[in-house]
């Protein structure tokens, strides 16, 4: 341009400024914004703003907040710039500041600025801010993306709390901003992650209803929540569902069916899937093999395994470290850790680097036999090799210490977890707590709750389990082994009440003693005993402590296993009165239980009152219907329970009748 004559001014310094920053050239665009003054044009705001956004884009922060302090009047397009780049470098509180500042100039800002805070504050865990911040766009005018409405609603539904997502959810969609199949997806794994599939279920028709339709990826996730609920047969039909709307299972659909069949035991089902995948024109990837490889290793069936890894080289798929760690863990239980340290040293001539997985398995079986020295120098392989530790590596840690009495170190290494930004959760709080109980220190161990605070670490059946174990051990002066059933067995109220006491007396939250109560609820109700499930509920009423949705389930089920079926329907009735929608198995166990008993009138006159339009119309004929009635002999029931869905207008797919007049002939 200046060899033809030309002579570049400010517009054509600029324009190409915006340009090389724009291709992240900002090198480049550097040089040129300095040259400006040497050919006699002012570096304006457009210069200013264009560099310190490329700055920004290119993670150099601190050079942008420099540049920024040079101009003379910043306007908002750098501001915003600014806020977007601090937040893309983990700099919110700064971002925030200057967001503020734009606020103070009287500027109205645009959604690229608040956006840019909402999805940090997303990432960093701090989704009330982020929720707080969507509400402002939208008082101030501004029209959020789906984009960032859905990061709010997939935070929410990262750390459970399922009443915050659809709260959002329903807010975005009364203001405008429609959701898209991925804030349905978000909302579906959020409901299979806590185990309510049945919800998730619900959302198929609810997207449809509102013109957006569901992906492959929505069926696998239900496949997969259907699973983690022990429901693998409603698993394996939804896949005609998939068939139904045009869509093909993938790798996915079929490694998450094998994984559920295998941990379910049924490695020969899993067999049989992985066979049929050629014909579906599934090629089996790592995760396939590997998935079959650890069923069949854990269910003793190792030569197999062995077929299936010569299969998997032949497949063209590379072993990896998860495709020997079954073999490691077999080697180690049954035929000692040196079988198991040979298999690792193996992988390492072979230049396979063994993974912290493979590490962990010797450890932990290093750890049980008390061989803490040789643990310790593979500990110390492991971490030169580069493989750090993770929660389980850390856990078979503690767990020997605890053995050993030794809770100082325990607690060292959970302190270790932390600083390591390694998650400690259940398990690692569980056996942290069991070896303070051991040794008499039952408090010390109540006040662990405390921490178990994040979506990993909430306390379960087990933490309950082993308190309550204890304190049953002190009452009765004996060792009790901790199995549920002889702990629910021989368990008395005052054991009970002695650990809430304990827990008040603690200061634990009021979030874990709910746990707590369902945790017992459900122990007791398991065993059948109706006195201590009533008293405990007057406990809770006395604690101020409402029923909420799981402890309702656990009723009903409670009620519905001693034959109770007039209170199991109306605690039902009442946890539909206060908003709870109750679980599909609950209905399940209620109408069959009350066709068995001969009374199949009032089982019609339940299911014709129920609400069925809160579900997915195939799931309630395969939960209730088929599952429940048909298959535990009431066939006869099925035709008007049918015609009921259909006269409510809940008219399942021409698949489910497919599948309902196929589980009908095989009555006959």
């Known amino acids: 341009m200046v060899r033809s004559g030309w002579r570049p001014d400010a517009f054509t310094f600029n324009s190409l400024i915006v340009g090389y920053c724009r291709t992240q050239q900002v090198e480049v665009a550097q040089d040129l914004f300095n040259k400006m003054p040497l050919r006699g044009f002012r570096q304006d705001a457009v210069s200013y703003a264009a560099l310190i956004e490329g700055l920004c884009e290119t993670g150099r922060i601190d050079k942008a907040l420099e540049l920024l302090r040079e101009m003379e009047q910043p306007d908002m397009h750098t501001y915003v710039a600014l806020v977007k780049g601090l937040c893309d470098a983990g700099r919110g509180e700064e971002g925030l500041c200057i967001l503020q500042k734009i606020k103070e100039l009287g500027w109205r800002t645009n959604t690229r600025a608040y956006a840019a805070l909402v999805d940090l504050w997303c990432r960093e865990r701090k989704v009330d801010e982020a929720e707080k911040m969507l509400e402002e766009m939208f008082d101030n005018g501004l029209a959020p993306s789906v984009v960032t409405c859905t990061a709010v609603v997939n935070a929410y539904c990262r750390e459970g709390r399922m009443n915050h997502?659809?709260?959002?959810?329903?807010?975005?969609?009364?203001?405008?901003?429609?959701?898209?199949?991925?804030?349905?997806?978000?909302?579906?794994?959020?409901?299979?992650?806590?185990?309510?599939?049945?919800k998730a279920m619900a959302l198929l028709d609810k997207m449809r209803a509102c013109g957006v339709e569901p992906d492959v990826v929505t069926y696998n996730l239900l496949i997969r929540g259907q699973c983690i609920d022990g429901h693998i047969e409603s698993a394996f039909r939804l896949p005609r569902?998939?068939?139904?709307?045009?869509?093909?299972?993938?790798?996915?659909?079929?490694?998450?069916?094998?994984?559920?069949?295998?941990?379910?035991?049924?490695?020969?089902?899993?067999?049989?899937?992985?066979?049929?995948?050629?014909?579906r024109g599934i090629r089996p990837n790592s995760v396939t093999f590997n998935t079959l490889i650890d069923g069949l290793c854990k269910a003793g069936k190792v030569d197999i395994a062995q077929t299936f890894l010569e299969k998997m080289i032949s497949a063209g798929c590379a072993p990896d470290t998860y495709t020997y760690s079954p073999f490691i863990e077999n080697l180690c239980k049954t035929k000692g850790w040196q079988e198991g340290l040979s298999f690792i040293d193996e992988m390492l001539q072979k230049d396979v680097k063994p993974s912290t997985v493979n590490y962990t398995i010797v450890i932990d079986k290093l750890f049980k036999e008390r061989n803490y020295g040789l643990a310790t120098r593979m500990w110390g392989q492991m971490v030169s090799l580069g493989c750090c530790p993770d929660v389980v590596t850390y856990t078979t840690s503690v767990r020997a210490y605890c053995n050993e009495g030794r809770l100082d170190e325990a607690e060292n290494v959970v302190m270790e977890m932390n600083k390591s930004g390694v998650t400690v959760d259940a398990m690692a709080y569980n056996t942290l707590m069991d070896g303070y109980a051991s040794i008499g220190k039952t408090?010390?161990?109540?006040?662990?709750?405390?921490?178990?605070?994040?979506?990993?670490?909430?306390?379960?059946?087990?933490?309950?389990?082993?308190?309550?174990?204890?304190?049953?051990?002190?009452?009765?002066?004996?060792?009790?082994?901790?199995?549920?059933?002889?702990v629910w067995n021989i368990i008395k109220l005052a054991d009970v009440f002695e650990l809430f006491e304990r827990m008040k007396k603690n200061t634990v939250p009021s979030s874990a003693s709910a746990r707590a109560y369902l945790a017992i609820l459900e122990g007791f109700s398991e065993?059948?005993?109706?006195?201590?499930?009533?008293?405990?509920?007057?406990?809770?009423?006395?604690?101020?402590?409402?029923?909420?949705?799981?402890?309702?389930?656990?009723?009903?089920?409670?009620?519905?296993?001693?034959?109770?079926?007039?209170?199991a329907w109306a605690l039902l009735c009442s946890m539909i009165g206060h908003g709870f929608l109750p679980n599909l198995l609950s209905y399940q166990n209620l109408l069959s239980g009350l066709t068995a008993e001969g009374q199949a009138d009032r089982a019609k006159e339940i299911f014709r009152d129920s609400r069925w339009k809160d579900y997915n119309p195939d799931e309630i004929v395969w939960k209730v219907i088929i599952d429940g009635l048909i298959r535990k002999g009431h066939s006869d029931m099925c035709h008007d329970m049918i015609s009921i869905l259909e006269q409510m207008n809940c008219k399942p797919r021409d698949e489910t009748y497919a599948m309902l007049t196929e589980e009908l002939s095989s009555r006959e």
């Not at 809770?540 to 001693?562: G, H, Q, R, S, W």
Request: glycine share 4%; hydrophobic share 40%; charged share 25%.
């Open 443 to 486: 408090d010390h161990a109540v006040t662990i709750l405390k921490h178990m605070k994040s979506v990993a670490s909430m306390p379960n059946h087990f933490t309950f389990l082993i308190l309550l174990r204890h304190l049953l051990q002190m009452r009765l002066a004996e060792h009790v082994p901790l199995k549920a059933t002889l």
């Open 165 to 198: 997502a659809v709260r959002v959810f329903e807010s975005m969609k009364s203001k405008g901003c429609e959701p898209n199949v991925w804030t349905y997806n978000a909302l579906v794994q959020g409901f299979c992650n806590g185990r309510k599939v049945y």
């Open 241 to 279: 569902l998939m068939e139904g709307d045009g869509l093909a299972a993938d790798q996915y659909t079929c490694n998450t069916l094998i994984d559920a069949l295998c941990k379910d035991g049924k490695t020969n089902e899993a067999c049989s899937l992985f066979d049929g995948l050629e014909e």
């Open 527 to 567: 065993d059948r005993r109706l006195d201590e499930v009533t008293s405990l509920v007057s406990r809770m009423k006395e604690d101020n402590l409402p029923l909420n949705e799981d402890i309702y389930t656990a009723l009903v089920n409670c009620f519905c296993k001693l034959r109770m079926y007039p209170d």
